[in-house]
């Protein structure tokens, strides 16, 4: 099983605070660093020094590491029209050296639309249009160069575009979500890995079977498709340092040990054991929220990650 970290900077962090994070998991080991991308802090706290955008901190991210992977949980398909964004992406992915991952949802945060002035149609509406920048973007980045790409959609229209730059290599999508249907039909076409956010592992099986068959109805193999989880993460050498670590960020002890992944060590290696022989997880994405204990994310990786490999 592989470990991944990911961070929420809405909440509060600079460029700085995300790049010590990023090295830290490069150093420690890590498959990837991945962010959020949003526009608002949620719940309390003043959220100081303000947003940072995704694929900014990304591009910066690609120049200063050299080997972890990077990628967003998940870039709101309402925030940006679908062909500068996938010339973003690509372009991060060729200053990475062919390191990035892309996650795209369809947008759900109504609050932040309205902080900074971005419409927000109804579900209907922005499952559509996911839909479409799913159908834009990809095929963006496959059609052959000196080919042409053209779309005629019911939101968006391309017509003789070059389709460039490219990526490196393939950049994976990721698509994730709780919805009953379009969103399993969705990964079913486009995704190479789905992702399960901050589920339970018994909800997380029911959705799973909805994905494998979504992909057997359209002849896909979903073995083909990663299957992933993102879970808080709180990890202490002791009782004690679990609990100073819950209270940092705001959070109850059982109240984490139920939704997320919390404990010592051992504790945690045994409740992944349980994600992955029931849902068959083979990636683990952690939500660190304090992102100035460091020592926290070198902790899971020496004493977590190991356990994994075998």
């Known amino acids: 099983m592989e470990l991944r970290i990911f961070t929420e900077p809405q909440q509060g962090a600079t460029y ?13 080991g890590y498959g990837a660093f991945f962010r959020s991308d949003h526009y608002l802090k949620m719940g309390d706290g003043d959220g100081l020094p303000g947003p940072t955008d995704a694929w900014i901190t990304l591009a910066g991210l690609a120049r200063d590491t050299e080997t972890i992977r990077l990628g967003t949980l998940m870039t ?28 795209l949802g369809a947008g759900w945060f109504e609050a932040e639309h309205t902080a900074y002035g971005l419409p927000f149609p109804s579900t209907v509406e ?33 017509a003789d575009s070059p389709a460039l730059p490219k990526p490196v290599a393939k950049i994976p999508v990721l698509i994730g979500g709780t919805g009953p249907k379009r969103t399993p039909a969705l990964a079913a076409r486009f995704a190479d890995e789905f992702n399960l956010p901050f589920q339970k592992v018994d909800a997380s099986v029911d959705l799973l079977t909805r994905v494998d068959a979504a992909c057997e109805a359209i002849g896909r193999d979903p073995a083909e498709i990663t299957r992933s989880a993102a879970l808080v993460v709180c990890v202490g050498r002791d009782d004690a340092e679990v609990s100073r670590r819950a209270a940092a960020i705001g959070r109850e002890v059982d109240e984490l040990r139920e939704n997320g992944l919390t404990g010592t060590p051992a504790e945690v290696v045994d409740r992944l054991g349980t994600w992955r022989e029931k849902t068959g997880v083979s990636r683990v994405y952690l939500q660190v929220l304090d992102l100035a204990d460091l020592d926290h994310v070198e902790l899971v990786a020496a004493e977590v990650a190991p356990q994994l490999r075998s």
């Open 16 to 28: 700085d605070d995300l790049l010590a994070v990023a090295r830290t998991a490069e150093a420690a």
């Open 76 to 103: 709101a398909a309402t925030f940006r029209h679908p062909g500068p964004l996938a010339i973003s992406v690509a372009q991060v992915d060729q200053m990475s050296g062919g390191r990035v991952e892309f996650g």
């Open 126 to 158: 922005r499952f559509e249009r996911y839909a479409e920048q799913l159908e834009i973007v990809t095929g963006l980045w496959g059609t052959p160069v000196g080919g042409t790409f053209d779309f005629e959609g019911k939101y968006y229209r391309l």
